[in-house]
């Protein structure tokens, strides 16, 4: 059953127009099969995405709307920003979804949609469209938590048995869980501020590399990848966060205050205007992604190890699994295969395009909560978004009493 809280949102009503659209959706004649059919649907930030996935994985159809370039120009998201293109884009994002898939809504066996975590205008609009469908074509609803879809999409691209080791890494979001089953969760650690993917965003705009030639399309994350590739991370001696402390938890607040400083000091040195970029822009980038690298790398490593010591994870088949929008930075996932060897460890990463926030993701959390039995509803009437929502049983204190000692590594990146 869906747990209320109290800080579970209202759903804004749709204008009426909205509503009748639907029922213009075009029926495909096609062979139904007895394979099990979902649709999910995702707005929990700023890309509207929907997908229909079946039983065994196949991706029958998708289609993602990302804002990324209009939150580029105003050098953040803006939530009613947010919410009024998830509006003017959730209808066609599905109609979309549902042609190429060749399907109907009456074809469904379920519709999945992210109810949590994230920003509240945004999760609204996916809620409030994907009631409209369920209310219309009488199809089962499951609710789906954001960080457990990122968590299983590994399953929908490789054969993970369960349990395995994931760091979720994004702009939102920063943890380490092991996961047992479906929904089940143990929670190692998370970040204690902000999010790896935010600070680099925020890193990226301080450096104003949405006026590099090169890099100006780019999310920052991306952006520090692409320009740390000319750049000499020697220059700077960065040390990552938390050194001293023996748990899983992440910090990435000061690490951006340190950069921040760093580049203020730069300006002066060089003479220049904050706005302009630096000359030493490749270095400090270069910079702050080793010692992101070095940061995560660590905390994994004392999780892998935790989990052994444990017996949480089989010392033999162990599976690390690495996903959300940081985890397609190619030096972020060097630094965690020198762990994962260390650790004797298999790392997996879902392609690029599953890393970050998409409907694919939704669709297989539907499909394997439909497979294990578990969130269908049927009644949709208290269903309520939850901005913030944990995920799992937190045993962080657990792992911080463990104290475990990690053995240094070359990070040779
Ligand atoms: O998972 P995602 O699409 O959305 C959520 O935050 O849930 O992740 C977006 C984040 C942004 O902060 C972006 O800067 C970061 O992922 N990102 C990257 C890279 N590509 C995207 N960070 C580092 N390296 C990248 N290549
Ligand atoms: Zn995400």
Not at 91 to 100: F, K, N, W
Not at 130 to 153: D, G, R, W, Y
Not at 239 to 247: E, R, V
Not at 331 to 354: D, F, G, S, W
Request: glycine share 8%.
């Amino acid at each position: 059953m869906l747990m209320l809280r109290k800080t579970a949102g209202a759903i804004p009503k749709p204008p009426k127009s909205k509503v009748y659209g639907f029922l213009r959706f075009i029926v495909h004649p096609r062979t139904l099969s007895c394979n099990k059919l979902v649709l999910g649907i995702e707005t929990s930030c700023d890309d509207t995405g929907a997908a229909v996935v079946d039983e065994t994985g196949n991706v029958l159809g998708e289609a993602l709307h990302s804002q990324t370039q209009v939150h580029l120009k105003t050098g953040g998201i803006v939530p009613p920003v947010a919410q009024q293109l998830h509006r003017e884009n959730i209808q066609r994002i599905v109609e979309e979804t549902l042609s190429a898939s060749r399907i109907s809504p009456s074809d469904l066996s379920a519709i999945a949609t992210t109810i949590k975590p994230g920003l509240a205008l945004s999760l609204g609009v996916g809620l409030s469209f994907s009631l409209q469908l369920v209310n219309q074509f009488k199809k089962p609803f499951i609710p789906i938590h954001h960080m457990e879809a990122h968590a299983l999409t590994i399953r929908l691209t490789n054969k993970v048995e369960f349990p395995f080791l994931v760091l979720l890494i994004s702009g939102g979001h920063c943890l380490l869980a092991l996961v047992q089953g479906v929904s089940d969760f143990l929670l190692l650690g998370k970040s204690l501020d902000i999010a790896p993917g935010d600070m680099l965003d925020k890193v990226a705009r301080r450096l104003s590399l949405i006026k590099h030639p090169e890099c100006s399309t780019m999310t920052g994350g991306k952006a520090i990848e692409h320009l740390a590739k000319e750049g000499n991370r020697f220059h700077f001696t960065i040390n990552p966060p938390m050194q001293n402390a023996k748990n899983c938890d992440f910090s990435f607040t000061g690490l951006q205050h340190i950069i921040d400083k760093l580049i203020t000091h730069k300006e002066k040195e060089e003479g220049i205007e904050k706005g302009q970029i630096l000359s030493s822009a490749a270095d400090i980038a270069a910079a702050v992604q080793h010692a992101t690298a070095c940061h995560l790398a660590k905390r994994t490593h004392r999780a892998i190890l935790f989990c052994k010591q444990k017996n949480l994870l089989s010392p033999a088949n162990a599976v690390l699994v690495v996903s959300g929008g940081v985890a397609s930075n190619l030096y972020i996932r060097k630094a965690l295969e020198i762990v994962a060897n260390a650790a004797q460890c298999t790392l997996l990463c879902p392609p690029p395009r599953l890393c970050t926030d998409n409907g694919v993701m939704i669709a297989w959390n539907g499909i394997e909560r439909l497979r294990a039995g578990l969130g269908i509803l049927h009644d949709v009437e208290d269903v309520r978004y939850e901005p913030k929502c944990p995920l799992g049983v937190d045993i962080s204190r657990e792992v911080a009493e463990a104290a475990i000692k990690v053995p240094r590594l070359k990070m040779a990146l």
